[in-house]
Every structure is written in structure tokens, then in C-alpha cells.
């Protein structure tokens, strides 16, 4: 009886030891500081709950970030809203994507915002709850926001490899105190403030995660941008890395072609890193009219043209997985259109442009 107990015993506790094939993810990540072949996924957790699916070459459907990183995907990038109405974006949400690419083991950059919704060259919204805040107050609303973004995550296991700290902030950010200029001029102490700003969502970054790569990003690859970092340190700002918004439409409002817009945003990325010896990544790129045959070529060209520079850090597609006419909610709220750069299919996946761009 003791030895068939123990023979029973010995058996359970092979059985509890053994992991099948089925529950080992064969998945290599790519090593820190290597090239990122990104994506801003963020509005996937609304998509699910709008159940949007995914699906892979088979017609199977897929978890949407597993399935990008099955396609070449290595990095995935996350904005943070301060308070976004519909609460998608704001730092709970952020927590489970960041989580979900941390298991995925996607390397993660987190984008701050510091507004409520979208900042961009053509808004830069002060937060509700930070209206009424001076210059000192706004920067102790940054280091304390970007600081408790951040040790949540790290109370998590995410370790984020980059962090933005402001998105598209050609024109400062948090208006009217960190705007740079109006139609009026230069604002008084315009760069002062947006410098002290930045230096201090980069000094809250590096007090959580003294490695990460702290960006500072602008729009438009395809103009010569040296001179806005070279105000910015100026003016004490600081950052290790350079962030490009790259689109490379048909053409644009200049009558550029896609093919000089890519030109110039080679000759552009080798004259910041020449000035500023630090890398530079295109933090977003897109075009429109993604699912016609010439999207790939727009994305073979732009890789082509990049890869062979070692001081590039990478790629990151804004929200290819939008297809089909699918909405976030203040977009329904406010009448708009679809997103109309999503990389996937009207069967739900990833097509030839996205694909070339993670080769």
C-alpha cells in the first residue's frame, strides 16, 4: 500500500511538472536597442469590446496584438490620456495592454499625451483638471502624473523601453502656458515653459526607469525639424532620443509626393542625428489609401532607404488594426469619419504594406 501511495504520488507530481509543447511561447523578443518593428495598437481594447475581430492567413481568428507579432511586429506603442471621458487610453486601460505586450514579450513605449484627448501640432489641450494651474503647478501635474503612470507599471512587471513625453509637440504643449507661438508672434516664454516641461517629464521618467529612452516628438519627418531641438536644448530641455511623425501621403498640402516626402525624411533624419548624436526613430507612420497596391511600395522605399542607417531606431505603424469602417466613440460623437490609414484587410488582416514594414 505505501509503495503504490508513493508510486501515486511520484506520477501526480511528474504529471504537475511536465509543460506540454502547446503552453511553451516560442516567441524570441528582439533585444533592447535593437530595431523596433512597432505599432500603436491603443484603440484595441476598444475594438474588442465593439467586437472587432482579427483574423490570421487560415481564417482563424486571433488576439489582435499576438497576431501583429506573429506577422514580424516586435514593439508596440501606448498613449496615456490624463482623463479621457470615455476612459479608454487613461492609465487603467494603458495598464492592460502594457501587461498583455509585457506577456506577449513586446518591448513597450508609452506615449504621454498630458491632455485629455489627442495632442497634435494642431492642439495641445491643457487637461480639465489642470486649467487653472500655473507654470510651477503644471510641471509638479506632470512629474506626478508620468510618475504614477509609470510605478504602476513597474508594479506590474512592464518595463517600458521608451516613453514620450508629449506627442506632435511642434508647437510646445499644454496651451496656452507651454505654447510656443500664435498667429501673433512667439508667445512670452513660450520655449522657457515647454523646455522646463519637458525636462521635467524626462527627470520623472528617469527617477521610475532610469534606461528608458525618453523622446521628445515633432511631426512631419519630411521637414527639416534642427531647428526645434536645437531651441529646445537651448533652452534646457532635454531627451536620448528623436521621435518623427512620418505620412507619406499621394501629396500632401505642398503639392510633396510620397516618393520626396520619404527622401526628405531620410535627409532630415541624418541631419538630426548628425547635429544631435542620438538616435531617431519615426514614432508614427501611415498612408492613406493603405490597402492599394502602392502602400507597399510607399513602405519599401521608406524602409530601403533607412534601414542601412545604424542610428535608426525604428518604425512604428499608428493603429494599423482599423478596418472595416470601425469607430472609437468620440469619433461617433462627433460626427467623423473612420480612421482611413488601418494596414488590415476588410477580412481583418494584416495586409502586404504592414507586412513589408516588418520584414
Known sequence: MKHTLLITLVLVSLCACKTTTADVDPYIPAPVGSYAKGADCSWLTEQEQDNVLFYNAEGKAVEGMRLMRDYGMNSVRLRVFVNHKTGWCNKQDVLVKAKRAAALKLRVMIDFHYSDYFADPGKQNMPEAWKTCTIDQLCDSIS???????QMLQQAGVTPEWVQVGNETRNGMLWPIGQLWTSQGDTPNGWKNYARMTLTGYNAVKSIFPNAQVIVHIDNAYEN???????????????????LSHYPMMYDWSKKYWPEMNEL????????????????????????????????????DIRTRLDSLDYFAGIFYWEPQVYGGWKPAEYKQDGWEAYNMGAFTKDGQPNDALITLWK
Open 144 to 150: 506626478s502624473h508620468t510618475t504614477e503612470v509609470l
Open 225 to 243: 525639424n534642427n531647428w526645434f531641438f536645437r531651441k529646445l536644448k537651448q533652452n534646457g530641455g532635454k531627451f536620448d532620443m528623436i521621435g
Open 265 to 300: 525624411a531620410e535627409q532630415n533624419i541624418k541631419l538630426l542625428h548628425g547635429e544631435f548624436g542620438c538616435p531617431v526613430m519615426l514614432c508614427e507612420i501611415g498612408t492613406l489609401s493603405a490597402n492599394v497596391p502602392g502602400a507597399k511600395q510607399v513602405m519599401t
